[in-house]
Each structure stands twice: as C-alpha cells, then as structure tokens.
C-alpha cells in the first residue's frame, strides 16, 4: 500500500474511530489490505484517538491575538482560524479532546504561517531564509516518527506510563512524567506496550532495556533518548520490517536529509565562484607546521597562480612559511597576523616575492615604506588569513543516507587525518585601496624591504586537489609560466604567461596597457624559442578574448587559419610530453575524488564569509536564501530576526531602493557561468545595539576621497561602529542535481513536494556571491594623520 492510500485510509476511518462499530467497519473498510497495513493502521487509528494532555498556546507563536479557550480542565490560548478548527476536530472525535484534536490544530496553524510567510516573502524580497551548510548529519539507520504506549520502570521502582516520540532498531526517543523519580545513570527497561499485544515476543513481554543517552525537558514532561542494550536478534528483525513497512505509509523523519540535500544543493552553486584559497596545514610536533595540500575551484585557480614563479613553482610554502604559521596558530585572534601583504619583483623574466605580515612590519619600523611602494605595483597583494583547527572527531563524508558507508577508503581517511589545520587565504586586493596605501610616505630606501624577500622554492612541495566540476573550457588548463613579447600595430609588451592549453593563454602584464581586441596580438615566446631553435616561435597570431584587472589579466586564444598553427602544435607537444610534471587543473581519479571532497566538507564547516542565491522568480528576480554555517558570524547576525524564524534574515539594508536591482541582478544578468566573479565594496554603520543593525551603507565609489572615507569612519565611531563587507557576485549555469540525486530520490518516497521543491529552486539560481567583512583591513589603509 502507497503513502496515499494509506493516508487515504486514515481520512476515511477518521469519522468513524469513536463509532461503537468501529470494529466492524475497520474490517469492512480494509478487507483487501496485508496485516502488517492492518496493523500500522489500527496502531494510527488508536493513537489519533488517544486523549491529549498537551495544552495549545500560540500566544507567541501567532501574530494575532489570542483568546483563552477552556475545555474540560485546560486552558488554551487560540486565535480566531485555530479556535475554529480546534471546534470542528472536536466535533469530528465526539467533543472528546485527542491527539487528532490537537494535530489538527497545530497542523492548521503551520499551514497557515506557511503561506503567510510565503506570501509575506513575495511582497518584501529583502526577506530571505537561511540554509545550512556543512551539516553533515549521518545516522546509521532510520526512525520513525511514532507514538505508542511504553512503561517504564527501573528494579524497586513501580511502572509509569509514557509513549514514545519515535522509534528505530537500537533506539528510541520517550516522553515520561517530570517526576518520573528514575536514575538515569542506569538502563530503563521499557515495555513496548501496543507492540507487545500484537507479537509475542518474550522481549516485549518482559521489557527491554535501554540506557539514557541525554535528557531534557518539555514542559511538565520529560524527553529521553534512548539506546537499546538488551533484546534477541529476533526483536531486532521484528522491528526492522516494521519500520521498512511502516517507512512507505506514513512518517520517515527525513529532516537531517532535507536539510543535508539543500546545503549540497546550495554547495554546487557556490563553490565554482568560491575565490578563496583552501590551504590545509600539516602540523605533527616537533615538526613545524607547513602547506600540505591546496584546493582548488575553477574561481580560485587565478590566485593560486599569483603565487608561482617564472618555474611554475609554488611559492607560497615560503611565503606562508612555519613562522608565519606558528604565529598565526599561537595567536588566532590577532588581526596583525593575519593580514598579509605581498608584492612581487620582475627582473629579465625572474619573479621575485616581497611579503609580510602586518604585526612584521609594525615590529620593523617599515610598514609606511612597504605600503607606499607595494602599493604602486601592479602585483600589490592584501590577503587576509583565517585559521580554524580541524576536528577529525567529526566524520569527514558528508552523506547522510541511513545505513550508508561512513567513511572514505582507508587510504583517503589516513591522508585526511593528517591535516591539522585549515587556513583561508583571502585576497582583499582593490584598485582604489591601493591608491589610498600610497598615502603612507617615508623617507627610508627602498632596500631596507630586502629583509621582506621570500627565499625562493626550487621545486613543488604542496599536493593539489581540484573540486570535481565540469571543465569551464574545452580543454584543460595547465599551469605555466614563461616570458611572452606581444606586438600590435608596432607597440611591444613584455608578459608572463599565468596558464597554457594548446589553443590558448592566460597573460599578466606588469601595468595595465591598452590593447584592441578586435584586431590580432602577434606573440613571441623567447625562452621556449631558446629551446626549440628549429620551430619559428615568432609573430604568432593569437586574440584577446577577455581582460581583467583593468587589462592587466589577460586572456588569448590562438587565431587558427588554414594552414597550422605552430604555437598550437608547439604548446601541444609541450603538455603531451611534459604532463606528469606540468600542474594540470583537473584529476579524474577516484582517490583524488574523494581527497578533495573530503577537504570541500572541511572546507564548508569553516565559513568565514556568508554565501548567497540569486533567483529569477515568475515576475522578477529575488534573493533566494543566504548560507549559515556552523560557527555564529556577525555577518548575518546583523540581519537575522528578533522574533519569529531564527533561519529568517532581513537584507534591507544592501537590497532596498533599488539596490537588489542594481547591485546584484544587472550585474549578474551581464556575466556568463564560465566568468570568474568580481567584487565591490560596501561600507556601513552599525548601530551599537544589543541586536545591532545596519543604519546606513554606501558603496565605496561613494567615497571620492581619502577624507570622505575618514570621515564615515570616524562619523560610524561615534554613533555605533564602521563595518566594511566586500560582496562578491558569480552567474550560475545549471544545477549539478546528479551530485544530490540519491539524497533526492530518498526524499521523493517520503516527501515527494520538498525534493520537487528543492530542484525547482536550484533551477531558478541565477547567480551566487558571498558576503566578507573587510573591517580590519579598510581600517589599516590610509595612515594615521588622515583618521
């Protein structure tokens, strides 16, 4: 029998339950059914017309107001639709208040502030909910939601009579009296009491015992969890086909899989645009800590690439070298270690790293000098450090299926367990905070930044692990740097390439040059012609396809003619013969799979940012929900509700008066999926509040001059505090629903309208970005005299 008609049944049994015939009728009506269906439906039917003790208030839980109501011995608090059908459902059981009275109500009043909610969304779309993200709940087999008569007892004690709230092989959820007098140091034993008229266990006649597993109160009730520690193989097997019969007609609790599916679904859009750099931290004393293992997403591969040599090395292990990471690690709270800044040095094709915490450069005297000649450089650099210490108590798999595998293969959980801590690199750079660090002045010599030079890696001592999406391009990419003349119209450029295919590049310029992409790029590679003196690695011709950074990023493909293209032949030759050395952007192993998704659940446990959906609704565009992770953040603290739903948020501030339009959907509605996302600045005053809220905000255009800036910080002072967020914004291309479809297809048997309504919103995304609060670092920007 399907959910459906058993539900069907029920309706049509409701009216008849408190018949003296029932019996009769009960037969009469389910002649047909199995006597497992039977039984599952009487065991409903005798719940449903159980008399309640639980008093209905919606004085807090209504927005309008409420009447007491009294009824035999209780006093309800109703408004006027509950009161209403509080009424009719007691007509329906004889006047006789039941558990059917009183899920009747509820259930009422749930719909009702759905749709209210609902409504109420659509009329004010700053107002979005929250999702969870890295919740990564497993349980090991399935409950089901039920109540049956229990009674419990312990040796001494007498039996007192309860009902459970749910129910799985090994475990239980209870309701007992507050003064129940029991230890819950020691087991229970619990007579399953309906269950034991029906089979003929000698468990279930004599009870079975279970230990407490954590308490807590409701009212003048007692909640218990429970885990079963005695009971026969048949009991066991007894109350397994049961839940799987029971599991297809009525109640299977699926939140934590609702819940899981809608973080994962939410995952597939953010993490292509994630921009930030995963870095994952070895640390075994009396080791120093170092960068084992980086992860990358098809947005974040650019900053990776600010950090390797004319060798295609990777610097960033001397960069953030044990030092810095001590520091970071013996001081997680201090902003001045965790604010990076970094330049580089091209001298004749060689790349030279300059960088330093801002606690150094305090300490050393040289920061105003650091920050006024960095800052003039193409290759400026702000990053901002987030550590979190990883809990390997936590499982590492992120699926939430009962009865699924709970961990990885063995080889990938060793490998997982090493990492100890994860730090978030975070690049901060902006064209218009450089020119305010130039404000800083000193009168010392640009060698005294030498101390700050990065001894350079000769060989590649960090692992990659890429997050397994679909290629942005038609071919891979392959990281490689080498130096690159470009000719047009009779101007010359020098540039390094950032990443090869065989038909296109990746350049960056030392200054931004302006160049016309509608007329060909004639290039030059002078190293790899030293190489190859046979092959004519001169004049080839390649257009500009895109730029970026105000055209110092720039990206070319190969103009292919009819005849070959010798930098295409070139470049493949070079991958083909080259590939276990070169650093390929994506990895179709398994293991490799399972490495980078297990680093993608820490990744996603230790949000320091809040992600965001965008969708396109039948009438227009709305912020669809934003991303709440495992640790509280100031961020959506600033927009959550008082009172009502905790996972509401009220985004008014950066979306009224056209600002949703303006800042989010056009400029959305412009990018492409396979575009990196771009970023602006937000700055604003908060009030100082026990719930503190945004008063006012402006963009950072707003503030034409140093002083303008200085003066809303210094006016966000006074009145509360200055807050800064940068906001960054991707287009999305189509959901990834085959990475979610087993937590789908779970969903769909039991709650066919949440799975069909969590796919109809991931089609409906259109873009996603993230929130970041900046504060610390716009703080440090311009020097003290203009504070």
Known sequence: MSADAHS?????????????????????????????????????????????????????????PCTEVVFGEQHHYLDDPARQVFQNALALYRNQYTMG???????????????????????KPSLVPGIILGNY?????????????????????????????????????????????FDLQQPLKVKLKELGDEFYFADLQQGVDYQVVDADTEGENCLLRLKRVSGSEQLSQMLAELIQGYKFRYKVDINDVVVNANGLGFERHYLPHYPHLP??????????????????????????????????????????????????????NDISHSLLYCFTYNAKGRLFFYAATLSELQQSGLMPLFFHYGAAKASWKVCRLYL?????????????????????????????????????????????????????????????????????NTHNKVQLATLNFSERRREARFAFKTLVTISQEGKQLQAMTHDISSRGLQLHLDSPQPLDNSKELLLSFPKLQE?????????????????RKNGVTLHLAAVVGHVPHTGVEFLNRLIIHNREKLQQLTDNNQQAKELADGLKNQLMRHLHAVPYMLEKTTKSFRMACIGI???????????????????????????????????????????????????????????????????RCKRAEEMTTPTALVDFIQQADYIGRFMALKIYRGATGKPDISYLQRELDYIKVHAKHRAQKLEQLLWRIIGVGEL????????????????
């Open 531 to 547: 190489l190859a003196p046979k092959i004519k690695l001169q004049e080839l011709p390649y257009r500009l396809v895109h730029s």
């Open 279 to 332: 870095l994952f931290i070895s640390h075994n004393p009396p080791q120093q800590p170092e960068i084992s293992t980086i992860l990358l997403s098809s947005d974040n591969q650019e900053l990776l690439h600010y950090f390797l040599d004319e060798n295609d090395v990777n610097q960033l292990p001397v960069i953030l070298d044990s030092k810095r990471l001590q520091a970071l690690i013996a001081h997680p």
């Open 101 to 123: 009275v009183y899920e009747e109500v509820m259930q009422a009043h749930q719909q009702r502030r759905h749709q209210k909610e609902a409504s109420t969304a659509e009329a």
């Open 388 to 456: 979190d210490k990883l809990d390997h108590q936590q499982p590492h798999k992120s699926s939430a299926l009962p009865g699924d595998d709970l961990n990885y293969s063995p080889l990938t959980e060793q490998q997982l367990a090493q990492y100890h801590y994860l730090v978030q690199l975070i690049d901060l750079t902006d064209e218009i905070a450089a020119e305010q660090y130039q404000c800083w002045q000193s009168e010392l010599k640009i060698n005294d930044l030498k101390c700050f030079g990065a001894e350079k």
């Open 137 to 181: 709940i497993r349980r090991t087999e399935e409950r089901m939601n039920y109540s049956i008569k229990i009674l419990v007892s312990q040796p001494g004690q007498r039996e007192i009579v309860g009902n459970t709230l749910d129910l799985s092989v090994s475990g239980a959820k209870i309701r007992l009296p507050l003064q129940h007098g």
């Open 8 to 64: 069907l049944l029920i309706e049509q049994l409701k009216p008849l339950m408190m018949e003296p015939n029932f019996n009769d009728m009960f037969e009469q009506i389910t002649q047909g059914e199995s006597t497992s269906s039977r039984f599952l439906l009487k065991m409903e039917i005798s719940r449903l017309a159980n008399p309640c003790l639980r008093i209905i208030d919606l004085r807090d839980k209504s927005e309008l």
């Open 629 to 695: 992770g495992m640790q509280r953040d100031l961020i959506s603290d600033l927009f959550s509700r008082e009172q009502g739903n905790r996972l509401l948020f009220d985004l008014s501030p950066i979306l009224n008066d056209g600002k949703l339009k303006l800042d989010f959907v056009e400029a959305v509605r412009q990018m492409k999926p396979q575009d990196s996302a771009d970023s602006f600045e937000l700055y604003a005053i908060v009030s100082s509040s026990s719930h503190p809220q945004i008063l």
């Open 772 to 787: 970041l609060d900046i504060t610390a670092e716009v703080r440090m920007r311009l020097p003290p005299q203009n504070h």
